[in-house]
């Protein structure tokens, strides 16, 4: 109902940028603390379902971290600004094991800082950021990579500045936002939607007046949309809006 969850409160001693719930209960969070409900965790912990750190998880990264999904199997993708992973070499972008371990056969690299992942429904990677190469490859800001770490050479749509979120909806489409003005090619204002293929979906152009830092899929195919706007869709919204499923 809206109210405080008073029997919740872990804390952080810094900046949290991105949770990420598993199906047991347990929230990954990352940031760029260094304590979080409890002992030494350095931008990435795990809490259980009651808000107490979860000793049992043991991960860090040299930097900040904006962004975590949980795939099918239990693994974790992690990304952000870090260039080492529980000590080892990862540029921006590397998987955890569940119990926190390095998967140590996931290493693609990104050229710079990774702030959005989202897994599509055949198990590939979405990846966004400030990279402008992915997997060694030229890519702008955009990427797909197949759940090896291997890069989709047949997606390259590119964008013309940050992507900071992304969205897949049920039909595979995929939802980017950012502080984009172009997306594959043609004018998108800080949103725009691509096909499975990463072809522009010529259909869809809402544009937001400012960044777009958070893109959400809600049940019935609406999309929650948040950032630093005062316009969305063409209308008055201050920082959050919600679109409806074209």
């Not at 047991?24 to 350095?42: H, I, M, N, R």
């Not at 107490?52 to 600004?81: E, K, P, R, W």
């Not at 049940?219 to 005062?230: I, K, P, R, Y």
Request: with cysteine.
């Amino acid at each position: 109902d809206g109210t405080l969850d008073t029997s919740f409160n872990p804390g952080a001693n810094a900046s949290v940028y991105c949770l990420a719930p598993q199906t047991d209960g347990k929230v990954l969070v990352g940031g760029a603390f260094s304590w979080l409900g409890g002992p030494q965790c350095t931008n990435v912990g795990r809490l259980n379902a009651d808000g107490t750190q979860d000793i049992t998880f043991h991960a860090n990264a040299s930097g900040v971290v904006y962004s975590l999904t949980v795939q099918a199997d239990g693994t974790i993708l992690i990304g952000g600004a870090f260039t080492t992973l529980n000590g080892q070499p990862r540029n921006y972008l590397g998987r955890l094991k569940a119990d926190g371990s390095l998967d140590s056969t996931f290493n693609p690299g990104a050229g710079s800082t990774v702030s959005g992942l989202a897994v599509l429904a055949d198990g590939r990677i979405l990846v966004g950021g400030y990279f402008l190469t992915l997997g060694d490859q030229p890519r702008n800001y955009i990427g797909l990579l197949y759940a090896d770490g291997s890069l989709d050479d047949a997606f390259n749509p590119g964008a013309n500045d940050y992507v900071y979120s992304q969205a897949v909806q049920a039909d595979g489409k995929i939802q980017v936002g950012g502080n984009f003005t172009t997306l594959g090619g043609q004018a998108r204002n800080r949103m725009g939607r691509l096909n499975n293929d990463g072809t522009l979906d010529l259909t869809f152009n809402p544009g937001a007046s400012g960044c777009v830092y958070s893109l959400g899929q809600e049940a019935d195919g609406t999309t929650l949309v948040g950032g630093s706007f005062t316009t969305l869709g063409g209308q008055p919204r201050n920082g959050i809006g919600r679109l409806n499923n074209i």
